[in-house]
Structures are given as structure tokens and as C-alpha cells.
């Protein structure tokens, strides 16, 4: 029997961060977990891309953009949105969540997310509940760039 898994080692992995505005100072805690994590497992400083979108809303087309340029081996999504009872935030997740996916199908390439609702971060637990977050969101890009080259390579 065989089992294909991902690893969490990287020798030459080519990341691209999007990083929601909207909500920034949960958001630079979401991107310090996820860089942190890259760094921690082999990515170099140089290979990690990081662009900034004023919304949500805006991280699809950012993501478009990244992988029609073919040159990067994952993306990770950073961001956050407002209050978790209101019907245009659950929406607004959903709807990007669901772009992020037919991305990552449509240029066989990860496509991980990091979103936080806003309020639910409270005091003390927000740099650590977005840095986790964002480290999440790193560790499954890592994985799955490993599983898919070793998908490839069968």
C-alpha cells in the first residue's frame, strides 16, 4: 500500500500572501502567523510575496491576477470581516470562500484562507487567535504543494 502526504519541509516554495486591509489590526497579526510559519519551514524571505487589497471582496481578483502569472506555488488569503450575527458577513465569507476554491480548481493550484470574524477576538486572545489563524492557513499551503507535486509525480 501507498500513501501520498504532504510534508511540511520546503526547499523551494514560492508563496503569495493577500492580505485584507479591512480590519488591519487583526489582519498583520493573521500575516505575521503565516509568515512566520513559512520562514520557520524553509521558505526564503525572497520567495514570499505579500500584497495588501482594501477588502474581502477584493482578495479574489488579487488571487486571478497571481495565478495567470504562474509564478507562485501557493496563496494564502489573509483577512477579516465584521460582526459574525450579520447576513452580509457570513455572505461575504461564503461568496469569497467559494471564489478562492473555483480559483485554486481552475489553475491547479492551493489556495488556503485565513479569515477571522472581528468580533470574535477579544483583548489578549486577539494576537494569538489570528496568529494560530495564520499559521493554519501557511502549514496547509506548505502540505498541499508537497501532496500535489507528489500527485504529479506518479
Given at each position: 500500500?501507498?500513501v501520498i502526504?504532504?510534508?511540511?519541509?520546503?526547499s523551494?516554495?514560492?508563496?503569495?500572501?493577500?492580505?485584507?486591509?479591512?480590519?488591519?489590526?487583526?489582519?498583520?497579526?493573521?500575516?505575521?502567523g503565516a509568515?512566520?510559519?513559512?520562514i520557520?519551514?524553509?521558505?526564503?524571505?525572497q520567495?514570499?510575496?505579500?500584497?495588501?487589497?482594501?477588502?474581502?471582496?477584493?482578495?479574489?481578483l488579487?488571487?486571478?491576477?497571481?495565478?495567470?502569472?504562474?509564478k507562485?506555488?501557493?496563496?494564502?488569503?489573509l483577512g477579516?470581516?465584521?460582526?459574525?450575527?450579520y447576513?452580509?458577513?457570513?455572505?461575504?465569507?461564503?461568496?469569497?470562500?467559494?471564489?478562492?476554491?473555483?480559483?485554486?480548481?481552475?489553475?491547479?493550484?492551493?489556495?488556503s484562507?485565513?479569515?477571522?470574524?472581528?468580533?470574535?477576538?477579544?483583548?489578549?486572545?486577539?494576537?494569538e487567535?489570528?496568529?494560530?489563524?495564520?499559521?493554519?492557513?501557511?502549514l496547509?499551503?506548505i502540505?498541499?504543494?508537497?501532496?500535489?507535486?507528489q500527485?504529479?509525480?506518479i
Amino acid at each position: 500500500m501507498r500513501v501520498i502526504e504532504g510534508l511540511l519541509v520546503v526547499s523551494k516554495l514560492r508563496v503569495a500572501l493577500v492580505l485584507s486591509r479591512q480590519y488591519g489590526f487583526i489582519g498583520e497579526r493573521l500575516l505575521e502567523g503565516a509568515q512566520k510559519t513559512l520562514i520557520r519551514h524553509g521558505v526564503r524571505h525572497q520567495n514570499i510575496q505579500v500584497l495588501r487589497v482594501p477588502g474581502l471582496w477584493d482578495i479574489p481578483l488579487a488571487i486571478q491576477e497571481i495565478l495567470l502569472q504562474g509564478k507562485t506555488d501557493g496563496v494564502i488569503s489573509l483577512g477579516s470581516t465584521g460582526v459574525k450575527e450579520y447576513v452580509c458577513s457570513e455572505q461575504c465569507l461564503l461568496e469569497v470562500s467559494r471564489e478562492l476554491v473555483r480559483l485554486s480548481l481552475e489553475h491547479r493550484t492551493p489556495v488556503s484562507k485565513g479569515f477571522l470574524y472581528a468580533d470574535s477576538l477579544k483583548g489578549a486572545s486577539l494576537q494569538e487567535d489570528a496568529e494560530n489563524k495564520g499559521k493554519d492557513a501557511a502549514l496547509s499551503i506548505i502540505e498541499m504543494v508537497n501532496l500535489l507535486d507528489q500527485l504529479r509525480d506518479i
